[in-house]
């Protein structure tokens, strides 16, 4: 793997989660992991058309327009230890492919981390606490 452009991390540090989904399709697969903060924005982690890990940034936390039709997907909320007060997380670790493209990150808070990546077209979301 190689070095990517860092510039393509959002910052979330200064926000507060209040929890984190998985969006599912019919057939049961991972289509996107979704971060919602305490001010109703959202970061969406998805694979987009050329297999990287798209972090797209939404300022509601409905379900994202690109996934369509809606009623063909699901959410679920990822079971990870959030504190009732703050629960701070923050984007490491990330993974670039050999030509620089991200494939991969680390959604990490004080007691779990959720590692999201892109692998051959298909999402994968793996929790370890």
Known sequence: MTTGDPSIIPDIS?????RIVEIRDLDNAVAAVQVVFSDRTALVCTVWTDWSLALKEEA???????FWPPGDYSRARIDVCLSTEESPVILRRPLFDEVGTLVGIDIAGEEFTVSVE????????????
């Open 14 to 18: 200064h926000a507060t989660v209040l």
């Open 60 to 66: 509601h936390t409905d379900l994202p327009s690109y």
């Open 118 to 129: 892109s692998s051959g077209g298909e999402l994968r979301a793996r929790v370890s606490e």
